[in-house]
């Protein structure tokens, strides 16, 4: 079959990659979807088993940092559009190990460039050639200056929200490497002429994700009956967004969002994480049938993260009046409906948290 386009789509395996990915392949059967990813932990082909039959779906195991590898990929496949999520993503690994993050993020997304550029001058495809996944701790961290919350205000906890001129600021080495990265994808766009855009999210929440990250480590933890290892006094606020609202918005800005420009992706959501984690426990619980606040004991605070960002907070207006996206899950709705996917996916679950992960967890978490 002649396809309408071929687009090469990187860490498909990973969290939000592996709702993009089922997104394209299924919204476009017109669309050749390449899938290329390392498979390092986080990535796992399990996620995408409904999908991998699919003729329009290809996967190719390689490394974004093999500059060789994806180039020649990209010009057999003759793709003309990259949508790049490729990256190392947990903030305690990046204190852990710099370099990695450094390597994958930064000279990785650099050679993932530089292959696309190359292809680009080739074929001079008009629409968005290189759509580049940031993140919003890329702007560092906001103050609180309203530390009871009050819905009235702009942001609950603050006036100040992340804006797309919002000057960078990163503070760990993960923020520091995508903040890296996200300056070279400019730099391409204003050095070759190449058509790229960049989006900053906020946390992402849903099925998939690594039970690392704080929902999906907690959910499991509840489940299991083990301590909850809160950082801190629990006071940090994070802005969070349903996995599936932002793979919708990666496919409008994909197809219309305006070269060269940047968009901040978020739903005004923002979350005091003790109140998301005694929410989480209500909401296992009252799924599990176990009589209320069983499970609040589990919550054990524990010696801060190094450099732990204070708040964030996404400003989404430009994509709203701009390109008309909203959210389409409340924070509720969307929160239920994960617990409720780890729940029933026991399996999947047992499966990532088991062998090489399990000692991860040990040396990152002792026996807490
Ligand atoms: P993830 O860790 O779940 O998945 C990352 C994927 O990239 C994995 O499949 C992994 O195998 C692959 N990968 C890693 N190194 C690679 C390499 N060198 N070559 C090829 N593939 C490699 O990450 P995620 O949470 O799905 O995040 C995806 C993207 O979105 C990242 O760029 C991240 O910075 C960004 N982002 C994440 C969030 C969030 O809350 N998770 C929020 C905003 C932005
Ligand atoms: O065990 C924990 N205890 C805890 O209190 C973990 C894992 C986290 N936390 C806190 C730290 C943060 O304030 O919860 C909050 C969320 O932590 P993470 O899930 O690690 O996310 P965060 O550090 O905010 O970064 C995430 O959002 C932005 C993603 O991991 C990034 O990839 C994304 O760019």
């Not at 990659?17 to 997104?23: C, P, T």
Request: glycine share 8%; charged share 25%.
């Amino acid at each position: 079959m002649e396809y309408k386009r071929s687009i090469l789509i990187t860490g498909g395996a990973g969290f939000i990659g592996s709702h993009v990915v089922r997104r394209f392949v299924k919204a476009y059967p017109e669309y050749r979807i390449i899938n290329l990813d390392k498979l390092t932990y986080a990535g796992n082909l399990d996620n995408l088993r409904d999908i991998e039959k699919a003729p329009n779906y290809r996967f190719f195991k390689a490394d974004i940092c093999d500059f060789e590898t994806v180039y020649d990929l990209m010009r057999q496949e003759r793709v003309d559009g990259v949508i790049h999520l490729a990256a190392e993503s947990h903030v305690d690994r990046s204190i852990k190990d710099p370099f990695t993050f450094a390597r994958t993020n930064v000279l990785g997304t650099l050679s993932l460039l530089q292959a696309a550029r190359l292809c680009w001058e080739e074929r001079k495809y008009e629409g968005c050639f290189f759509y580049h996944i940031s993140t919003d701790e890329v702007y560092g961290a906001l103050e609180m200056t309203r530390p009871e919350g009050d819905k009235d205000g702009r942001g609950p906890y603050g006036d100040l929200l992340f804006r797309e001129d919002t000057a960078y600021h990163p503070h760990s080495p993960y923020s520091a490497s995508k903040a890296s990265s996200d300056h070279f994808v400019r730099a391409f766009h204003d050095t070759y002429g190449m058509p790229t855009v960049v989006t900053n999210c906020s946390n992402n929440y849903g099925p998939y994700q690594f039970p690392e990250k704080l929902i999906p480590l907690f959910i499991n933890n509840i489940r299991n009956r083990k301590p909850l290892p809160v950082y801190g006094k629990g006071e940090n606020v994070r802005d969070w967004l349903y996995v599936e609202d932002h793979a919708a918005a990666i496919d409008l800005i994909f197809h219309q969002g305006a070269a060269g420009e940047t968009y901040n992706i978020g739903g005004f959501n923002e979350w005091k994480n003790i109140d998301l984690i005694r929410l989480m426990i209500a909401t296992v619980d009252r799924l599990l049938g176990r009589p209320e606040g069983a499970d609040l004991d589990l919550i054990t605070f524990v010696t801060d993260r190094a450099g732990h960002d204070l708040r964030y907070a996404i400003d989404p207006s430009k994509l709203r009046d701009t390109l008309g996206w909203k959210p389409s899950v409340t924070f509720e709705q969307g929160l239920e409906r994960t617990v409720r996917w780890y729940l029933d996916n026991k399996a999947w679950l047992d499966a990532v948290t088991s062998g090489a992960y399990a000692g991860y967890y040990e040396e990152m978490y002792g026996n807490r």
